[in-house]
């Protein structure tokens, strides 16, 4: 089921099929998320949880035991509760049940808050500890953007832009072994604030900045000034993916809290980066903010 978010100035539309954003429009009409075309990717802006990325080798070991998480959890493929209190504003909520514990032995809660206020949407992730024991996770967003926006543009028209100045670099996949290279960091691929867009940045496959300084990237033209900005506070990490063998007409921005396999790790769950914990009964929130520019 789909449900729709309006102000005067925006709208925006929420699968309950894994709380997927689904739309963003200005008030014009128009649209900034990438519409799930199947012959380049099928999805648009899928929640990672209880992991992100895939498991090496698809399984990972909890508590002594061997688990199967899908790739990027199970979120993505759960219906959710849905409550809608306003017109602008939404709530989806997944608990643990036997099918999440098959993959994941864990209770827990997923609450998924939208709310568009003057044309921004934010998106809220909060996960809660229902259980008796310690909440081992990783979250994440994955939310595609057209690009380019406007008919006569190009990918290569648009940038990537920073709050902060970008000095560390960052990590690249290794598609032959798939996990992230953390053995060398490469330079930051633009100015320190802004990366120029090309196809050949994403032949490897995402781009991922595991230490960056900011938490506000713009995704724009620098000719126009338009395109999207997103802020993601509570997320320490934020990569960057498109299908570049296709030349694919979209962009994801990518805040984790965790990532694929990296060099080096153990199979262990808990041995994997970022790793997100909660004691009995806590919780946390995680944000995306969204406007266009």
Same mark, same amino acid.
């Given at each position: 089921?789909?449900?729709?978010?309006?102000?005067?100035?925006?709208?925006?539309?929420?699968?309950?099929?894994?709380?997927?954003?689904?739309?963003?429009?200005?008030?014009?009409?128009?649209?900034?998320?990438?519409?799930?075309?199947?012959?380049?990717?099928?999805?648009?802006? /899928?929640? &990672?949880?209880?992991?992100?990325? @895939? *498991?090496? !080798? %698809?399984?990972?070991?909890?508590?002594?035991?061997?688990?199967?998480?899908?790739?990027?959890?199970?979120?993505?493929?759960?219906?959710?509760?849905?409550?809608?209190?306003?017109?602008?504003?939404?709530?989806?909520?997944?608990?643990?049940?036997?099918?999440?514990?098959?993959?994941?032995?864990? /209770?827990? &809660?997923?609450?998924?808050?939208? @709310? *568009?206020? !003057? %044309?921004?949407?934010?998106?809220?992730?909060?996960?809660?500890?229902?259980?008796?024991?310690?909440?081992?996770?990783?979250?994440?967003?994955?939310?595609?953007?057209?690009?380019?926006?406007?008919?006569?543009?190009?990918?290569?028209?648009?940038?990537?832009?920073?709050?902060?100045?970008?000095?560390?670099?960052?990590?690249?996949?290794?598609?032959?072994?798939?996990?992230?290279?953390?053995?060398?960091?490469?330079?930051?691929?633009?100015?320190?604030?802004?990366?120029?867009?090309?196809?050949?940045?994403?032949?490897?496959?995402?781009?991922?900045?595991?230490?960056?300084?900011?938490?506000?990237?713009?995704?724009?033209?620098?000719?126009?000034?338009?395109?999207?900005?997103?802020?993601?506070?509570?997320?320490?990490?934020?990569?960057?993916?498109?299908?570049?063998?296709?030349?694919?007409?979209?962009?994801?921005?990518?805040?984790?809290?965790?990532?694929?396999?990296?060099?080096?790790?153990?199979?262990?769950?808990?041995?994997?980066?970022?790793?997100?914990?909660?004691?009995?009964?806590?919780?946390?929130?995680?944000?995306?903010?969204?406007?266009?520019?």
């Amino acid at each position: 089921m789909i449900i729709t978010l309006r102000d005067a100035k925006a709208s925006a539309s929420i699968d309950t099929l894994g709380a997927q954003l689904v739309s963003y429009k200005d008030s014009s009409g128009r649209e900034y998320i990438w519409q799930r075309d199947p012959n380049f990717w099928g999805s648009c802006s /899928p929640i &990672l949880f209880p992991i992100v990325g @895939a *498991l090496r !080798d %698809g399984h990972t070991m909890i508590e002594g035991q061997i688990y199967e998480i899908p790739k990027h959890g199970f979120v993505k493929t759960s219906e959710l509760a849905a409550e809608q209190p306003g017109p602008n504003r939404a709530v989806f909520t997944l608990l643990d049940s036997e099918s999440t514990r098959s993959m994941y032995p864990f /209770p827990f &809660l997923l609450e998924v808050t939208y @709310a *568009l206020t !003057d %044309g921004i949407l934010s998106m809220s992730c909060l996960v809660e500890n229902t259980g008796t024991d310690r909440l081992p996770y990783f979250i994440g967003t994955h939310p595609g953007f057209i690009c380019p926006l406007f008919e006569g543009e190009s990918f290569e028209d648009y940038v990537l832009e920073f709050d902060e100045e970008e000095t560390e670099g960052y990590r690249s996949y290794n598609m032959t072994r798939r996990e992230f290279d953390l053995s060398r960091r490469l330079p930051f691929p633009g100015d320190g604030k802004r990366i120029p867009l090309s196809y050949e940045l994403f032949l490897s496959d995402a781009i991922w900045f595991d230490v960056p300084r900011s938490r506000r990237a713009r995704l724009l033209n620098p000719a126009t000034g338009h395109g999207v900005e997103t802020s993601f506070p509570d997320y320490d990490t934020v990569a960057f993916w498109t299908m570049a063998d296709k030349k694919a007409p979209f962009l994801c921005i990518e805040p984790w809290n965790g990532s694929a396999p990296c060099s080096g790790e153990g199979e262990a769950f808990t041995d994997k980066n970022h790793l997100q914990t909660l004691s009995p009964g806590e919780s946390r929130q995680y944000r995306l903010i969204i406007r266009y520019l």
